[in-house]
T-cell receptor
Framework: RKEVEQDPGPFNVPEGATVAFNCTYSNSASQSFFWYRQDCRKEPKLLMSVYSSGNEDGRFTAQLNRASQYISLLIRDSKLSDSATYLCVVKRTALIFGKGTTLSVSS | NAGVTQTPKFQVLKTGQSMTLQCAQDMNHNSMYWYRQDPGMGLRLIYYSASEGTTDKGEVPNGYNVSRLNKREFSLRLESAAPSQTSVYFC?????????????????FGPGTRLLVL
């Protein structure tokens, strides 16, 4: 079993849609959690950290369930500019990256 | 403030050739990393340097060597390139290694080097 698993997608949604990405991790010793965004042929960039209490940044909401070892990212009111690959990342000492979920938002 | 820079952007090598990928950061970060990204595999850590003067193996270190030249620079060397090393290589940096306060764990990535080994 991979340490960090994501649905690869692609998720194809129209502008304005709400889309949710899920991620599971296998090592209960993981201590920090993140979502990174990677545009085509570009470097990954931090989208947001994920805290146990849940956190929101504009249209983006991240949730963490430590008991289920599950992380989620919700994007509301999708924009064309949200089209990218979203990487679920967990940290024990090193960062462990999921393979990413591809989102395509169309007009 | 350029962040993390990498050279070259693209490189084609023949099997057995050697090359060094260069990485520099201007954020005064202590920790630096080298990753490779392959289709269907995600990002995998090759080597990291928790602080100036130290280097350690990551998940996939075979066939690579690294040098932390100073606090700013961290290079990755392929001594004898193989087709299996065809990949996109990313350098990254962060304030520090290990458990840190919020924000200090963030890794900032360079634009990547696309390497093709024939």
């Amino acid at each position: 079993r991979k340490e960090v698993e994501q649905d690869p997608g692609p998720f194809n949604v129209p502008e304005g849609a709400t889309v949710a990405f899920n991620c599971t991790y296998s090592n209960s010793a993981s201590q920090s959690f993140f979502w990174y965004r990677q545009d085509c042929r570009k470097e990954p960039k931090l989208l947001m950290s994920v805290y146990s209490s849940g956190n929101e940044d504009g249209r983006f909401t991240a949730q963490l369930n430590r008991a289920s070892q599950y992380i989620s990212l919700l994007i509301r009111d999708s924009k064309l500019s949200d089209s990218a690959t979203y990487l679920c990342v967990v940290k024990r000492t090193a960062l462990i990256f999921g393979k990413g979920t591809t989102l395509s938002v169309s007009s | 403030n350029a962040g993390v820079t990498q050279t070259p952007k693209f490189q084609v090598l023949k099997t057995g050739q050697s090359m060094t990928l260069q990485c520099a950061q201007d954020m005064n970060h202590n920790s630096m990393y080298w990753y490779r990204q392959d289709p269907g595999m995600g990002l995998r850590l090759i080597y990291y340097s928790a602080s100036e003067g130290t280097t350690d193996k990551g998940e996939v270190p075979n066939g690579y060597n690294v040098s932390r030249l100073n606090k700013r620079e961290f290079s990755l060397r392929l001594e004898s390139a193989a087709p299996s090393q065809t990949s996109v290589y990313f350098c990254a940096s962060s304030e520090a290694w290990g458990l840190m306060g919020r924000g200090q764990e963030t890794q900032y990535f360079g634009p990547g080097t696309r390497l093709l080994v024939l």
